[in-house]
C-alpha cells in the first residue's frame, strides 16, 4: 500500500514507489538485459515506469492501468516520460485477449496480493499469452512460503487486506509458481529485496532448434 502526496505538479506520489524504485531497477537491470518491449500491469502513478525507462534506455516500455486509473498515469507520462515510454492503454486482467502483441517481458509491482485469486489466475494467463519465446515474467511484492508469512509485518498486512475485501491477500509462492508453470514458464529466480518482499523472475525458454 503507498502512502501518497502531491508534487509541484500535483501528480499523485507514493511513497514506497519512491523507496523500492531503486532495488527493483537493480534487478530489473540484469533479469531484462536481453528484452526489448517490456509490458508492464498495474503501473499505479507511473513512477515505475519513468524511472525504470530512464534507467534501461535499450527497453520499450508499455505501462497499463484499470480505466479508472488510466488518466492520472497518462498524466504522469505525459509530464515526465522519456522517448522509449509509451502512452499507457487500459488492461483488465480479467479481459482478454490483452491488448499488447507479443513482448520480451511483463513486469508488476505489488498487484497480486490486491487481486482476487480468480484474478490472479488471469493474470498469468494473460501473460503467458503474451510472453515470446523467450520470455521473462517479473513480479514485485510481498509473498508467503509454505503457508507462511516472511515477517510479522507481512501477516498484519495479508490480514488488513483480507478484512478489506476476502478475496484479496498475500499469495503464496507455490501457487504462484502453479499457476506459472501451468502458463509455461519456469522459475528462474526468487530475489530477496527490502522490506520483507521478494522479486520472483520465471522465463519462457527459447525454442529448441532442430539438428
Same mark, same amino acid.
Given at each position: 500500500?503507498?502512502?501518497?502526496?502531491?508534487?509541484?505538479?500535483?501528480?499523485?506520489?507514493?511513497?514506497?514507489?519512491?523507496?523500492?524504485?531503486?532495488?527493483?531497477?537493480?534487478?530489473?537491470?540484469?533479469?531484462?538485459?536481453?528484452?526489448?518491449?517490456?509490458?508492464?500491469?498495474?503501473?499505479?502513478?507511473?513512477?515505475?515506469?519513468?524511472?525504470?525507462?530512464?534507467?534501461?534506455?535499450?527497453?520499450?516500455?508499455?505501462?497499463?492501468?484499470?480505466?479508472?486509473?488510466?488518466?492520472? &498515469?497518462?498524466? *504522469?507520462?505525459? @509530464?515526465? +516520460?522519456?522517448?522509449?515510454?509509451? %502512452?499507457?492503454?487500459? =488492461?483488465?486482467?480479467?479481459? /482478454?485477449?490483452?491488448?499488447?502483441?507479443?513482448?520480451?517481458?511483463?513486469?508488476?509491482?505489488?498487484?497480486?496480493?490486491?487481486?482476487?485469486?480468480?484474478?490472479?489466475?488471469?493474470?498469468?494467463?494473460?501473460?503467458?499469452?503474451?510472453?515470446?519465446?523467450?520470455?521473462?515474467?517479473?513480479?514485485?511484492?510481498?509473498?508467503?512460503?509454505?503457508?507462511?508469512?516472511?515477517?510479522?509485518?507481512?501477516?498484519?498486512?495479508?490480514?488488513? &487486506?483480507?478484512? *478489506?475485501?476476502? @478475496?484479496? +491477500?498475500?499469495?503464496?509462492?507455490? %501457487?504462484?509458481?502453479? =499457476?506459472?508453470?501451468?502458463? /509455461?514458464?519456469?522459475?528462474?529466480?526468487?530475489?530477496?529485496?527490502?522490506?520483507?518482499?521478494?522479486?520472483?523472475?520465471?522465463?519462457?525458454?527459447?525454442?529448441?532448434?532442430?539438428?
Amino acid at each position: 500500500m503507498c502512502a501518497l502526496s502531491q508534487t509541484p505538479r500535483v501528480l499523485t506520489l507514493c511513497e514506497a514507489c519512491e523507496r523500492n524504485k531503486g532495488p527493483i531497477l537493480a534487478v530489473l537491470a540484469s533479469e531484462l538485459a536481453g528484452c526489448r518491449r517490456v509490458l508492464e500491469i498495474g503501473s499505479g502513478t507511473g513512477q515505475h515506469a519513468v524511472y525504470f525507462t530512464a534507467h534501461l534506455p535499450h527497453l520499450d516500455w508499455q505501462p497499463s492501468e484499470l480505466p479508472a486509473n488510466l488518466p492520472e &498515469l497518462a498524466a *504522469r507520462i505525459r @509530464a515526465e +516520460g522519456g522517448a522509449n515510454l509509451r %502512452a499507457p492503454f487500459a =488492461l483488465d486482467v480479467r479481459t /482478454g485477449p490483452w491488448p499488447a502483441g507479443r513482448v520480451d517481458a511483463v513486469f508488476s509491482a505489488n498487484t497480486l496480493h490486491i487481486m482476487s485469486s480468480g484474478e490472479v489466475g488471469d493474470f498469468f494467463r494473460g501473460a503467458g499469452a503474451v510472453l515470446a519465446d523467450p520470455g521473462v515474467l517479473c513480479v514485485y511484492g510481498p509473498f508467503s512460503y509454505q503457508g507462511q508469512h516472511t515477517s510479522a509485518s507481512n501477516a498484519q498486512f495479508d490480514a488488513y &487486506l483480507r478484512q *478489506r475485501d476476502p @478475496a484479496s +491477500g498475500v499469495r503464496d509462492f507455490a %501457487a504462484l509458481d502453479r =499457476l506459472a508453470r501451468a502458463a /509455461g514458464l519456469t522459475l528462474a529466480a526468487d530475489h530477496p529485496m527490502p522490506a520483507n518482499n521478494r522479486t520472483l523472475v520465471w522465463r519462457r525458454p527459447a525454442p529448441r532448434q532442430l539438428a
